[in-house]
């Protein structure tokens, strides 16, 4: 797997730190998820925008 650094402002870090406690699970897995959930919304919505528009090409 790769390994990647992001910067969190100190509120959000706080929150995805209280997610993973009652997730009962570590702050990575959280962000790696939300991350994963996210780019898959993004491919979804970048699919049904091409659809919509056949003869532009895609971004």
Known sequence: MMCYTILLDEKTAEFYTKVAASAERAVETVLSDALFKLAGEL?????????????????
């Open 43 to 59: 491919s979804l919505n970048a699919l049904a925008k091409r659809d919509t528009h056949p003869l532009e090409p895609a971004r």
